[in-house]
């Protein structure tokens, strides 16, 4: 069974070079950021990170997926991470009839969307594998359906609707991120 | 939209599946998940896309599987922690798609679903979709 690890990292003021030295050494001595409590507890409500880097790389049968941002990163964001690094183990055929495995390109798109609009408020979207390998980022609650469709890095667009109050039909997201954020607020209550 | 050109001369309909008859499609659990607003696990709709490698989206009929006197597991076999959702032949042809037999040596009730499926067509396949075999808990 192929191995997927995430390692999250909050850089403050560190050159590149500082991080790319760093980089190796975080997945090597570091393979399980999210069980460490204290690094969970420290992100609880603070703002959306901004990333700095994503990092997608095979070693053998394991995936590793470094996340480098200039904030602490929510629970929220670290777990939708992990669903998205968790898609990238997915062999080719793996819904029963011939679906692709997930492409890595359009696994860090997904992660920096997550980045952009997943406020710690929210709750985590359902992320889901396209036969294309594509990712869609689904969230069905608060009386919305909000669905998020990543076909390449440059093919991503989005549907929302409210019962009773209407919705943004399949839109290029390019153009209409606030109308995305819009509609993401209305799950998150705010 | 119509049918397809190429859906109609490569995968045309069989009009003689009645329009009740039930079409099961496998979900694999990644394409599961529990929705609030349902208050109930539903199907994406990235469950109801075509196949990568260009056929049509891939069902199985139920009346045959039931006609052989057999079960509808014996389509899961394999296939463990999957789920099978149900539409009928009528309301995949609603949606300006081909209902075309193509029995395979190991499954005689494999059938093809062809024609376009933009996103609201796979949204539409997911929201009318019922379980005949609904996910593990």
Redesign the interface.
Known sequence: MPETKIVGENEYGLSDAAILSERWLSATTLPDVLARPAVITAAVEQPSPVLRRVVIRKQGPAVFVEVYANRPMSPTFLKSVEAVAD?LS?PPG???????SIDHENARQAIRLLAEFLKPSMLPP?V??????GI?L?W??????V?I?IESPNAV?F?AEEAGIGKS??VPLSGHERELSSWLERISGK | MGIPEDCAKNFPNDPTIAGGVALLRRVPPKHFYFDENLGRLRPSSAAFEDDQDGDPMSVYRRDIIEAEGDNIRRIMVGHEGYALASLTAGQIRSRDQTVHPDPLPEESSHTQVCGSKPKSTCRWFAAQSEWAIPPQA
Do not use: I, K
């Open positions: 898609l997915l793996w819904n029963s009839y011939s679906a692709s359902s889901v594998p396209t036969v294309r390998g869609q689904e069905h609650a608060r009386g919305v359906n669905e469709y667009s549907f039909p399949d």
